[in-house]
């Protein structure tokens, strides 16, 4: 696992501005007395008192209904309809099993927060190299393990251990850290680029470090004799990164053993999440790893208000994140009690390699990397508790049909005593001709869902719904004749119910 | 009552983070009563949606995020072209605190001035990750970014910083050797 460092020399003054600010407690005390206030004015419906305060317009006689959820995934889960399918036979077959005593157990044990590493290991993939190299200056004894690689990501596994020398901070960094690993082919030399963190860990007791290095694939240069670099360390303390200089080499004939196969298996299928709308593109699966490549109505690139452009994070990657947990001694690995985005291949839960979260596709791209799996054909994609995604054995579209969205709207307006019904052609037009009245920003992040049915005489002006939070509000007049009045004023006959995307 | 603990907990929150979160949003809108406001929509917010809160981080990084989004819906509104001059001449007072309600030691004004003066997009991802310690993981929650640009834009941000530090003259050769 890596620390997070961008050490700079402006770290101690800008710690520092956060103290030298000091607030007035008596202000401070104030500001906590009168929320609290407008808390208790809140909780008995007097909004007009709490909205004195907030900076947003309000609407008058607003009434925000809590709605208590129990599960929030299960309740306001979304319509999935999911076909996948799989024409796929597929199975790994190491070109050359290599016999794993060479190895260090650490590699394949929990300490490794990369299953993919583990996967290969246990079934035998990799180039045994079984090399030493003794840094004599910093007294360190380094041990080339084993190379395995796919056609994009390559795993060096080695283990460095030292009497002297502290190797506790000591990283082989060479995603944000001072460290690099170049690639040296006759006269060819090339510095390779890393794939995600890699993983580490230091056996404080034998003072030695394991580390499955991460870095593009070599694979072209299978059957040639090539020459790794490992250059400089990065030391990380608490206050700052710093550099050891030295040069780790490694020099071996690329075996075919070391590579494995990927195999791609176009998917084009639609489903969505919390409000968007998403569609797995492919999966991609190899010896190291399996990639679920999605694209979605929020994984497109963000423009900012200067220009530039930038990921965000949709709702799957914060679903998928959601179940990432770090741990000191093992790394990013999955918190068991949080919902998450995993595979289920035999029954079998597959999880996330977290440390590879850093892995961008191409535009717009999002993707999802799972430990390998042994049979494609019996997998399914579980997004929560709700969405599940199967990828059929013999290929033939499967649909289910979740009708969780509109249960739980109907749901959420029966607890408050409303029911819901379509608007006619009349009732259109009418909201139409209302809503063009209305400043564009009032619109645009809500869609009609229907009306109250059965309300005429009712104080109630609108109904909505949060998409995001389920929670239900209510816009009312302060009784019946006035609430007809605004209606008439609107040129609505009846009260709309929205969904609001916010 | 659940309303009452959950009152109770806005009230523990308040004690905890309210300082923490309106010297963020001080520093993002450079007005205190303007701060002060959206600390208390802040709150108040956390209050409603309460049960929206899922644990997914901790109360304190869903709490920035509120005031995140408050304060971002603030400075869209503050905007529009027609104040734009006016923003721009009246930016060097705007940068000046009531002093009787809060303070800035002496030693940190410069960096304070210095922020002020940088974009949104840069100064938010230094308050965030260099000022309040927030972790990439948490900041990218709080913006809602991807954390390789979390990291990228804080990399583009020191510098700018830096700049803007020696532009104000309140950076010279021996001050870095002095940090």
Same mark, same amino acid.
Request: net charge neutral; with cysteine.
């Given at each position: 696992?890596?620390?997070?460092?961008?050490?700079?020399?402006?770290?101690?003054?800008?710690?520092?501005?956060?103290?030298?600010?000091?607030?007035?407690?008596?202000?401070?005390?104030?500001?906590?007395?009168?929320?609290?206030?407008?808390?208790?004015?809140?909780?008995?419906?007097?909004?007009?008192?709490?909205?004195?305060?907030?900076?947003?317009?309000?609407?008058?006689?607003?009434?925000?209904?809590?709605?208590?959820?129990?599960?929030?995934?299960?309740?306001?889960?979304?319509?999935?309809?999911?076909?996948?399918?799989?024409?796929?036979?597929?199975?790994?077959?190491?070109?050359?099993?290599?016999?794993?005593?060479?190895?260090?157990?650490?590699?394949?044990?929990?300490?490794?927060?990369?299953?993919?590493?583990?996967?290969?290991?246990?079934?035998?993939?990799?180039?045994?190299?079984?090399?030493?190299?003794?840094?004599?200056?910093?007294?360190?004894?380094?041990?080339?393990?084993?190379?395995?690689?796919?056609?994009?990501?390559?795993?060096?596994?080695?283990?460095?251990?030292?009497?002297?020398?502290?190797?506790?901070?000591?990283?082989?960094?060479?995603?944000?850290?001072?460290?690099?690993?170049?690639?040296?082919?006759?006269?060819?030399?090339?510095?390779?680029?890393?794939?995600?963190?890699?993983?580490?860990?230091?056996?404080?007791?034998?003072?030695?470090?394991?580390?499955?290095?991460?870095?593009?694939?070599?694979?072209?240069?299978?059957?040639?004799?090539?020459?790794?670099?490992?250059?400089?360390?990065?030391?990380?303390?608490?206050?700052?990164?710093?550099? !050891?200089?030295?040069?780790?080499?490694?020099?071996?004939?690329?075996?075919?053993?070391?590579?494995?196969?990927?195999?791609?298996?176009?998917?084009?299928?639609?489903? /969505?999440?919390?409000?968007?709308?998403?569609?797995?593109?492919?999966?991609?699966? /190899?010896?190291?790893?399996?990639?679920?490549?999605?694209?979605?109505?929020?994984?497109?690139?963000?423009?900012?208000?200067?220009?530039?452009?930038?990921?965000?994070?949709?709702?799957?990657?914060?679903?998928?994140?959601?179940?990432?947990?770090?741990?000191?001694?093992?790394?990013?690995?999955?918190?068991?009690?949080?919902?998450?985005?995993?595979?289920?291949?035999?029954?079998?839960?597959? !999880?996330?390699?977290?440390?590879?979260?850093?892995?961008?596709?191409?535009?717009?791209?999002?993707?999802?990397?799972?430990?390998?799996?042994?049979?494609?054909?019996?997998?399914?994609?579980?997004?929560?508790?709700?969405?599940?995604?199967?990828?059929?054995?013999?290929?033939?579209?499967?649909?289910?049909?979740?009708?969780?969205?509109?249960?739980?709207?109907?749901?959420?307006?029966?607890?408050?005593?409303?029911?819901?019904?379509?608007?006619?052609?009349?009732?259109?037009?009418?909201?139409?001709?209302?809503?063009?009245?209305?400043?564009?920003?009032?619109?645009?992040?809500?869609?009609?869902?229907?009306?109250?049915?059965?309300?005429?005489?009712?104080?109630?002006?609108? !109904?909505?719904?949060?998409?995001?939070?389920?929670?239900?509000?209510?816009?009312?007049?302060?009784?019946?004749?006035?609430?007809?009045?605004?209606?008439?004023?609107?040129?609505?006959?009846?009260?709309?119910?929205?969904?609001?995307?916010? | 009552?659940?309303?009452?603990?959950?009152?109770?907990?806005?009230?523990?929150?308040?004690?905890?983070?309210?300082?923490?979160?309106?010297?963020?949003?001080?520093?993002?809108?450079?007005?205190?009563?303007?701060?002060?406001?959206?600390?208390?929509?802040?709150?108040?917010?956390?209050?409603?949606?309460?049960?929206?809160?899922?644990?997914?981080?901790?109360?304190?990084?869903?709490?920035?995020?509120?005031?995140?989004?408050?304060?971002?819906?603030?400075?869209?509104?503050?905007?529009?072209?027609?104040?734009?001059?006016?923003?721009?001449?009246?930016?060097?007072?705007?940068?000046?605190?009531?002093?009787?309600?809060?303070?800035?030691?002496?030693?940190?004004?410069?960096?304070?001035?210095?922020?002020?003066?940088?974009?949104?997009?840069?100064?938010?991802?230094?308050?965030?990750?260099?000022?309040?310690?927030?972790?990439?993981?948490?900041?990218?929650?709080?913006?809602?970014?991807?954390?390789?640009?979390?990291?990228?834009?804080?990399?583009?941000?020191?510098?700018?910083?830096?700049?803007?530090?020696?532009?104000?003259?309140?950076?010279?050769?021996?001050?870095?050797?002095?940090?």
């Amino acid at each position: 696992m890596k620390k997070q460092y961008e050490d700079t020399e402006f770290d101690n003054p800008l710690k520092m501005l956060n103290s030298d600010l000091i607030w007035n407690k008596t202000k401070q005390q104030e500001l906590k007395n009168q929320i609290l206030l407008d808390l208790e004015n809140l909780e008995s419906s007097n909004i007009n008192k709490y909205s004195s305060r907030l900076t947003k317009a309000k609407k008058k006689n607003v009434k925000s209904t809590l709605i208590k959820r129990n599960t929030l995934y299960k309740r306001f889960s979304l319509a999935i309809i999911v076909c996948l399918i799989i024409i796929l036979t597929f199975s790994f077959t190491p070109a050359f099993a290599v016999i794993q005593k060479v190895y260090d157990k650490i590699f394949s044990s929990k300490h490794i927060d990369d299953a993919g590493v583990k996967t290969a290991i246990n079934q035998g993939y990799g180039q045994a190299l079984d090399q030493t190299f003794y840094d004599e200056k910093h007294d360190i004894k380094v041990h080339f393990e084993m190379i395995v690689m796919d056609d994009k990501e390559t795993k060096l596994l080695l283990t460095y251990q030292s009497e002297k020398t502290n190797l506790e901070n000591y990283y082989l960094d060479i995603f944000e850290g001072n460290t690099s690993i170049n690639l040296i082919v006759g006269k060819k030399h090339k510095k390779l680029k890393n794939v995600g963190w890699g993983s580490r860990y230091y056996d404080s007791k034998e003072n030695k470090v394991a580390e499955a290095e991460s870095f593009e694939s070599i694979k072209e240069f299978e059957g040639q004799d090539i020459r790794l670099e490992i250059e400089n360390i990065t030391i990380y303390d608490d206050n700052k990164a710093s550099t !050891v200089q030295t040069i780790w080499p490694l020099s071996f004939k690329l075996d075919k053993s070391a590579i494995s196969k990927r195999k791609t298996v176009e998917i084009n299928k639609n489903f /969505s999440f919390e409000g968007e709308t998403y569609k797995i593109k492919k999966v991609e699966l /190899s010896a190291l790893e399996t990639r679920v490549i999605v694209t979605g109505s929020d994984t497109k690139l963000y423009t900012d208000e200067n220009g530039m452009q930038y990921k965000v994070m949709s709702k799957l990657e914060n679903k998928f994140l959601n179940a990432r947990k770090i741990d000191k001694k093992y790394g990013y690995i999955v918190d068991n009690n949080k919902s998450g985005v995993f595979l289920k291949s035999a029954g079998k839960k597959v !999880v996330p390699i977290f440390s590879k979260g850093e892995i961008e596709g191409e535009k717009d791209e999002y993707i999802m990397i799972f430990a390998p799996i042994k049979d494609p054909q019996d997998c399914i994609l579980e997004i929560g508790d709700d969405i599940k995604i199967p990828m059929s054995k013999n290929g033939k579209v499967e649909k289910q049909v979740d009708g969780n969205d509109k249960s739980t709207i109907e749901e959420l307006l029966a607890e408050n005593g409303f029911i819901a019904e379509p608007l006619s052609n009349d009732e259109m037009k009418e909201l139409d001709i209302y809503l063009k009245k209305l400043p564009k920003e009032f619109t645009s992040d809500r869609t009609i869902i229907g009306k109250v049915s059965n309300y005429e005489n009712s104080k109630v002006i609108e !109904v909505s719904i949060s998409e995001k939070s389920n929670i239900l509000s209510e816009v009312h007049a302060s009784n019946e004749e006035e609430a007809k009045i605004v209606r008439e004023e609107s040129g609505l006959s009846f009260i709309p119910i929205y969904l609001n995307h916010y | 009552m659940l309303s009452e603990y959950r009152k109770e907990e806005i009230a523990d929150w308040y004690d905890q983070h309210s300082k923490s979160i309106l010297t963020f949003i001080l520093l993002m809108v450079k007005d205190y009563q303007q701060a002060e406001d959206l600390t208390h929509d802040t709150f108040v917010k956390a209050y409603l949606y309460y049960d929206s809160f899922k644990n997914h981080s901790s109360e304190k990084t869903w709490l920035f995020s509120i005031a995140h989004n408050l304060t971002v819906d603030f400075l869209r509104k503050r905007k529009p072209s027609i104040f734009l001059r006016e923003f721009f001449l009246s930016q060097k007072d705007n940068n000046l605190l009531p002093e009787d309600i809060i303070k800035i030691k002496e030693n940190s004004y410069e960096f304070y001035k210095a922020l002020g003066e940088i974009k949104d997009t840069y100064r938010k991802v230094i308050v965030l990750r260099k000022i309040k310690g927030f972790s990439i993981e948490d900041t990218a929650k709080i913006l809602n970014w991807s954390e390789s640009k979390v990291k990228s834009t804080l990399f583009r941000a020191i510098p700018v910083l830096k700049k803007q530090l020696i532009k104000e003259g309140f950076l010279n050769e021996e001050a870095i050797r002095r940090y």
